[in-house]
């Protein structure tokens, strides 16, 4: 399958500082990048789709200025959650679609912690 | 709202036997199926996808799929302790949005 990556795998920050998490898509063109968040032992929640180019389109409840989307190139997708509190921690997971053939693989996640 | 639903399980299986997981889907307009297994502490994997009614074998994976009942399953045959995971079963619709279920888990049991 096709390669998506994430940086930083997992990152321990304070309450109030803003952490940047890197989704690249290594070997094919992602038209499409999504962000999921997933907590212990629940399912993936959907918080934002981003296509190359264009603004994100954010899930209902998840606040956009709080969770910054750039979606720069096609192979590139960035998260910044600004002003992390500790609730904010969670499992971050990106997925990438390959805009040839359709299929959508995951990032191997970053764990946020926020003390 | 659409819905794509699986039973949480935990599903136990023997070690050998055949598991079968299930998933139900509620957009009549959903094209394509996919079978992702995550396990504990980490991102979901692809395993299988399918387009078209009827089966689609992988190995030990066998995806069914069945668009007037709106049902897919996924079957592991000869079931191994490695393969127990999360399950996660995802459709996508006619506005390319992929939705997915809440996952079932899977234990195989040596």
């Known amino acids: 399958g096709a390669v998506v990556s994430q940086h930083p795998s997992w990152v321990i920050c304070k309450s109030g500082t803003s952490v940047k998490i890197e989704c690249r898509s290594l070997?094919?063109?992602?038209?499409?990048m999504f962000w999921y968040r997933q907590f212990p032992k629940q399912s993936l929640m959907l918080m934002a789709t981003?296509?190359?180019?264009?603004?994100?389109?954010?899930e209902q409840g998840v606040e956009k200025d709080k969770f910054l989307i750039n979606h720069a190139s096609l192979t590139l997708s960035t998260l910044t959650v600004t002003s992390a509190h500790p609730e904010d921690s969670s499992f971050y997971i990106c997925?990438?679609?390959?805009?040839?053939?359709?299929?959508?693989?995951f990032g191997p996640g970053t764990r946020l912690t926020v003390l | 709202q659409k819905e794509v639903e699986q039973n949480s399980g935990p599903l136990s299986v023997p070690e050998g036997a055949i598991a079968s997981l299930n998933c139900t889907y509620s957009?009549?307009?959903?094209?394509?199926f996919f079978w992702y297994r995550q396990y504990s502490g980490k991102s979901p994997e692809l395993i299988m996808f399918i387009y078209s009614n009827g089966d689609k074998e992988d190995g030990r994976f066998t995806a069914q799929l069945n668009k007037a009942s709106q049902y897919v399953s996924l079957l592991i045959r000869d079931s191994q302790p490695s393969d127990s995971a999360t399950y996660l079963c995802a459709v996508r619709d006619n506005n390319n949005d992929m939705r997915f279920g809440a996952g079932t888990r899977l234990t195989v049991k040596p």
């Open positions: 070997d094919f063109q992602a038209t499409t």
């Open positions: 957009d009549r307009g959903s094209q394509s």
């Open positions: 981003s296509n190359e180019g264009s603004k994100a389109t954010y």
């Open positions: 997925s990438a679609r390959d805009g040839f053939r359709g299929e959508q693989f």
